[in-house]
């Protein structure tokens, strides 16, 4: 006999007996049977819907077990690497909500959190995604395009072809639309083929679907709060705020960073306002500085909730080996001022690039000798000294010049438009 509710989607409230169920630190086995579920649907909910929390890559390079035995500091995997593991988290009950070292903050590894609420949220916007665009296969497509064609050629209406063949198991309205829509595009079918042409709008829904979906943003354990929670936790690490410059809503873009303790900032040039764009970034100074430095540079890094830094993984991990290089924080929504640094030193990039001026020209070396200049200026709060002669005396002058950094002769620096030959005023 089959269990109550054995073949319908978890509920909101069986979501939450779950979750309880983890807290208390349940098997599988025992939360599937006080919901009436099979243990297997327990577990691949719980693995689907938990969300990671990283560790502190700063203070743990690696999530080597040895890290704290074995004296070598590891970039990547040795011959003596064995990956931490703990039953709780990998095993049963499969995420960490109501262990005691973590409600503690005295686990240092890489966490799993599952949340209830997070859960029935990310199922049910699943489930629109999936009842999304047209209700037919590909072949079923095939087979109405080759019915309809040369019937609406013939100048049949929808009503006449709809009532002439039954087995189009659609209604006349949905028909419309799709044809509207160009779903039979490749059978020669399209609005024109109506006897009568309607010119309406087409309606959203059916325009979304030729349209790239974009991914539902997740800042689970990257909010404000949580970066506050780290910096309590471990006030050591450095933190560089992020954030993106630009004159005209299509691009070019300046990706800014705003390093810690010297106050120096750096930019890059980019076409596209994406994560993918802005990531590469990283991607780019992960394989160009020297481990060490792009720990003490980029180890952790706070921004706003642009689209442009939506995608976490694509920051903190290395997409090829699979290696967490930093952590990544977003402020809250509309609060530009948790992040003051980046915000007030871009008042140097727009005495350089007023908002009335062209970027489209401006290739990278331009942006390197603006921020040349900006670094070659004195500052009160660094005792009048310049944020290169700040950051050469901590890191060295081989790590100005591996970000391309120069220091200019403070008689020579200029702050004015002036400065860049392919910058162009706004027609």
């Not at 009436?36 to 909910?45: F, H, L, M, N, P």
Request: proline share 4%.
């Amino acid at each position: 006999m089959s269990k109550p509710n054995e073949n319908m989607h978890l509920t909101f409230d069986e979501r939450e007996i779950i979750q309880t169920g983890i807290i208390n630190g349940s098997m599988k086995k025992s939360i599937a049977e006080t919901i009436g579920k099979d243990a297997t649907t327990v577990a691949k909910e719980i693995r689907k819907h938990r969300k990671k929390r990283a560790r502190n890559s700063f203070s743990y390079l690696t999530d080597c077990a040895k890290v704290k035995t074995c004296g070598k500091k590891c970039i990547g995997k040795c011959e003596q690497y064995e990956p931490f593991t703990c039953k709780r988290r990998d095993r049963t009950p499969g995420a960490c909500n109501g262990c005691e070292l973590f409600s503690q903050n005295k686990c240092h590894w890489d966490k799993y959190i599952y949340d209830a609420k997070r859960a029935q949220l990310e199922y049910e916007s699943e489930l629109r995604e999936v009842r999304a665009g047209i209700n037919m296969t590909t072949l079923e497509r095939r087979e109405i395009g080759e019915t309809i064609a040369p019937l609406l050629n013939n100048g049949q209406s929808v009503h006449q072809v709809m009532v002439n063949h039954p087995e189009i198991c659609h209604s006349e309205r949905s028909m419309y639309d799709y044809i509207e829509t160009d779903v039979f595009k490749d059978f020669g079918v399209n609005k024109f083929s109506l006897k009568e042409t309607v010119n309406r709008k087409p309606q959203k829904k059916f325009n979304e679907k030729y349209k790239k979906r974009r991914e539902p943003k997740n800042y689970e354990g990257h909010k404000y709060s949580d970066y506050q929670t780290f910096l309590l936790v471990n006030p050591d690490t450095p933190v560089t705020q992020m954030d993106t410059v630009y004159n005209q809503e299509g691009g070019p873009y300046i990706q800014t960073f705003h390093l810690p303790v010297s106050n120096m900032m750096i930019g890059f040039l980019k076409a596209r306002k994406t994560s993918e764009s802005m990531a590469a970034t990283m991607n780019d100074l992960w394989k160009k500085l020297p481990y060490e430095l792009f720990r003490q540079l980029f180890s952790c890094l706070l921004t706003d909730r642009g689209t442009e830094f939506e995608k976490t993984e694509l920051f903190e991990v290395d997409m090829e080996t699979g290696e967490l290089r930093l952590n990544i924080f977003y402020c809250d929504p509309q609060r530009s001022s948790q992040k003051p640094n980046v915000e007030c030193n871009h008042n140097y990039v727009r005495d350089v690039v007023p908002n009335n001026y062209c970027l489209e020209k401006l290739t990278q070396d331009d942006i390197d000798l603006m921020f040349s200049h900006i670094n070659s200026t004195p500052r009160a709060s660094l005792s009048n000294r310049t944020p290169y002669e700040i950051f050469t005396f901590l890191h060295g002058e081989e790590a100005a010049q591996l970000l391309n950094m120069q220091k200019i002769p403070k008689d020579d620096v200029v702050l004015k438009p002036r400065l860049l030959k392919n910058l162009s005023r706004k027609n």
